[in-house]
């Protein structure tokens, strides 16, 4: 693969997007957590090595009372701590009014979104029975009417569930509302990842299709569509997080790093996982509009520096030019040195199978490897980094580029 270089310019059109640096969100994983997988394998290798990583967890003590009282707090509502927020509906609903084993109507219970009839010999207190990746708060009619279906697209015949009525169901399938279609998924992700037919629980598998039998679940066509347009929020975020650090001390990394679903399941790189919400499938075919040097919105940022710099592929990225700076000349390291320059860019956290690169020339022509001296790096949100090198400012003015390749195809 060519090289794909960035001049100097370009560098300066980016800069004004960097925005303030946040603080590292407390339920961001640890820099280390991944620093383990492949960085550019998909597939079964990826899948086996995330198997490695999240399997072993620490399963919640007991179905009742442990997982009542997880969801009491992984469920509660934001807006009101008597309450936990229901799955499918969306209601705020009393914790008091958790299923006491009578029939009224509007009793909460624990809703297993991977089913437990479905590879789990209907235990829900064997491991994955009681693993809170995929156990919500929810109405228990409502939970009832789901059942054990497949989730997928309802096109035409669906049902209004009643008690949530954005979610539809008919007697083969169920579509949660827009607002739970990515969680939904990535439970989904996470249980096929997590049992491989160790700890008690058959090996689950995804297929792409709502004809299941065994330990399958789908579709997974359409649970890949769908996490793609309702990527993680800051709740499901958070969500993961205390279920690793209060419960589990395990993750769901399709939550932290949106892009291991399309590695996993469709044996994609991170900049072909990266590409798919931004393209249709004719594009994807098409190296003019999805190729790695193409520019379809035309803002000077090719797509694979769109992608390493985590900027958007199809909106221009150049409109705030100039507003922060992406050079700056800093005072000498020790007293009587040289000035250093800074350079500064973003960059996508989970961006493996790019390599970031500086150079410097003097006439444009011959260029040469910068080594920087120091690195920093600065949280910007939960897939960017804002990256800072240091150079020494020494010798003839020169021009200095950013320059990024692929690794693999
Ligand atoms: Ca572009
Ligand atoms: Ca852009």
Request: hydrophobic share 40%; no cysteine.
């Amino acid at each position: 693969m060519a090289a794909l270089l960035a001049p100097l310019f370009r560098l300066l059109l980016v800069a004004g997007l960097l925005g303030a640096a946040g603080t590292r969100a407390a339920y961001d994983p640890s820099t280390a957590y991944y620093a383990s997988l492949p960085s550019v394998a998909g597939g079964d290798t990826l899948k086996t090595a995330l198997h490695n990583l999240i399997d072993g967890h620490t399963p919640v003590s007991s179905y009742t009372p442990g997982v009542w009282n997880a969801l009491r707090i992984l469920d509660e509502d934001p807006a009101n701590s008597a309450n936990v927020l229901l799955l499918y509906g969306g209601d705020s609903r009393a914790k008091s009014l958790q299923d006491n084993g009578t029939d009224t109507e509007n009793y909460w219970n624990r809703e297993h979104v991977w089913p437990v009839s479905r590879g789990m010999n209907s235990n829900t207190d064997s491991v994955g029975g009681r693993d809170l990746h995929h156990l919500f708060a929810a109405d228990k009619s409502v939970n009832g009417r789901r059942g054990n279906l497949p989730f997928t697209d309802i096109a035409s015949g669906g049902t209004a569930d009643p008690e949530a009525p954005l979610s539809l169901y008919t007697s083969s399938a169920y579509e949660p509302r827009d607002a739970d279609k990515g969680r939904v998924a990535r439970a989904l992700f996470y249980m096929a990842v997590r049992y491989d037919g160790s700890d008690g629980v058959s090996d689950l598998e995804l297929v792409s299709s709502t004809s299941v039998s065994g330990a399958q679940m789908g579709n997974l066509s359409a649970l890949l569509a769908w996490h793609r347009a309702f990527p993680p929020d800051e709740a499901e975020r958070k969500r993961n997080h205390l279920v690793d650090t209060l419960y589990q001390g395990n993750r769901n990394p399709f939550v932290d790093n949106p892009l291991f679903a399309d590695r996993v399941f469709n044996n994609d790189s991170p900049f072909a996982a990266w590409r798919r919400p931004h393209f249709t499938a004719a594009e994807l075919a098409n190296t003019a509009v999805a190729g790695d040097a193409a520019d379809p919105d035309r803002d000077g940022l090719p797509n694979l520096l769109e992608f390493a710099f985590n900027l958007r592929p199809r909106a221009s990225d150049a409109a705030t030019a100039f507003a922060s700076p992406a050079l700056a000349l800093l005072p000498p390291a020790v007293a009587g040195g040289a000035p250093r320059l800074g350079l500064t860019h973003r960059r996508h956290r989970y961006a493996s199978d790019l390599v970031v690169r500086y150079e410097s020339s003097v006439d444009l022509v011959t260029w040469a490897a910068i080594t920087p001296a120091a690195t920093s790096v600065v949280y910007v949100d939960a897939l960017t980094d804002r990256v800072t090198v240091e150079t020494p400012l020494t010798g003839a003015r020169r021009f200095i580029r950013v320059r990024v390749d692929r690794t693999a195809p």
